[in-house]
């Protein structure tokens, strides 16, 4: 097969910057709330603050996700990022604004731009990736989350850790919080001046067969350029049967009342509730918390994280690798299944206070087994198996989940001990494999259309 891959490289990795974005935005706080809530002076309400601003990115994203459909279908893909990028810089400018408020309203606005960016990626990378390439280039966006997890937690490194107002130093912060800004402003502008092609399904959507033939030519070489139409063939026609009808496109109230998007719509909340019950968040973004409860230094707790991310970020490689081996709905229920077995062993482990380094090597094995099924699989799986708008309420669920674990996960290991919490996340994987086996559809080795019929058409 002929395919322009040096092109469809750098545009997956420059859509692919959404995943690195929304990552990094959530996960950036994990090892800076102390030196902002020195600067900002929260004093006996710290902990209060770094809860409610640790969610309110995941909360500002549910707001993103829901809209993330309907922005994509009006404005397209690619415009919907240029959207998220210009919402995600504003945010950016107001979060390091010496106020706790603007700090509040800036984490929010941050989140919201977090939630497009979450929910457009992996439908955008599907839709210029020719089939025999989705293993490959599919798990780039979970590659990307990964990165922003690891620079966020490396940037947090030079933090002090104590004298945090006689530190000069201990703004740092400010610089780290405006990251995304600076990055949102380079995706705003290659999509500007560099790569002015749209998705080809949405231009097929709306009947601009000559601008969709033009956006395959980048990848598809002319020989195999009727391919790259046929791929979409049905699913936009489909669509413009309804658009030239006169018929309005799908509400998301007909999404949910119709019975052929039933399936679909179910495996995609399902999906996005077992991701988040792995409790992969819970430790993203309170990893730092984690390991001081387990007895580390402030300081020691920073390195702890450090080296289990890096493992989170070598694990996404992995993940490439088995994606081309493996079916999509073998590596979910191994993945879940191997989850379930590792969060058991770590509630073990902190129930009988083991030495720090086995919760070093198990939360680090948490990071590989979701990277590899939850992670990289996951997202794969919604760009292939989901309509944008069905993979938009996924994305919603996935982030309201955030929102709910990661704001319940401190207060129930404050209450009944973080234990807990670890047996009841691996209960929830060993559930979660058994409804994978269950109702999921395997996708992999078949065409865009051949999983649509087994998706959604029927």
């Known amino acids: 097969m002929g395919y322009k891959e040096k092109y469809l490289l750098v545009a997956v990795l420059h859509i692919a910057l959404c995943g690195f974005l929304f990552a990094y935005t959530l996960s950036v706080m994990n090892t800076c709330a102390d030196n902002i809530s020195a600067s900002l002076d929260w004093g006996d309400n710290q902990d209060s603050y770094v809860t409610l601003f640790s969610t309110l990115v995941p909360i500002g994203a549910v707001f993103g996700g829901m809209t993330a459909g309907i922005l994509s279908n009006k404005y397209g893909r690619r415009g919907s990022i240029m959207i998220a990028d210009s919402v995600m810089f504003f945010g950016s400018c107001i979060v390091v604004l010496p106020s706790t408020w603007s700090f509040g309203i800036g984490r929010f606005i941050t989140g919201v731009a977090s939630g497009f960016f979450l929910t457009i990626a992996p439908v955008f990378i599907n839709e210029i990736t020719p089939d025999e390439l989705i293993p490959t280039y599919g798990p780039i966006v979970q590659i990307t989350n990964n990165i922003g997890v690891v620079v966020a937690y490396f940037l947090g490194l030079p933090l002090p850790s104590e004298d945090y107002n006689d530190d000069d130093f201990n703004n740092w912060w400010i610089f780290m919080l405006f990251v995304p800004g600076i990055l949102s402003f380079y995706q705003f502008c290659y999509f500007l001046l560099c790569n002015k092609h749209e998705s080809p399904l949405w231009l097929l959507r709306y009947e601009k067969k000559d601008e969709a033939i033009i956006a395959l030519k ?8 009727e391919k790259g139409i046929k791929r979409f063939d049905r699913s936009s026609k489909e669509d413009a049967k309804l658009i030239n009808s006169g018929e309005k496109e799908y509400s998301y109230f007909e999404i949910f009342k ?11 909340i399902i999906l996005g509730i077992i991701q988040q019950f792995s409790g992969v968040n819970s430790a993203v973004i309170y990893s730092t ?21 890096i493992v989170f970020f070598m694990g996404c490689f992995l993940s490439i690798l088995l994606l081309n081996k493996f079916g999509r709905k073998t590596m979910l229920i191994f993945g879940t299944i191997s989850l379930s077995i590792v969060m058991f062993l770590l509630g073990i482990v902190t129930l009988f206070e083991f030495h720090i380094i086995f919760a070093v090597i198990l939360i680090s094995a948490v990071y590989v087994f979701f990277t590899v099924s939850l992670g990289a699989t996951l997202w794969t799986y919604i760009g292939e198996a ?5 993979a938009s309420v996924s994305s919603t669920v996935i982030l309201s989940m955030v929102c709910v674990v990661s704001g319940l996960f401190p207060v129930f290991t404050e209450m009944f001990g973080i234990y807990y919490c670890f047996f009841f996340f691996s209960l929830c994987m060993a559930l979660g494999s058994i409804y994978i086996w269950i109702d999921i559809t395997e996708t992999r080795g078949k065409t865009k259309n051949q999983i649509l019929e087994e998706m959604y058409f029927h």
């Open 218 to 225: 980048q990848v598809y070489d002319d020989e195999d350029l």
């Open 258 to 268: 119709l019975k052929k998007f039933r399936k679909m719509l179910r495996v995609g």
């Open 289 to 309: 918390y984690i390991f001081e409860e387990l007895g580390g230094s402030t300081y020691m707790a920073r390195i702890y994280t450090i080296i289990t991310v």
């Open 386 to 390: 989901l309509t944008e708008k069905i």
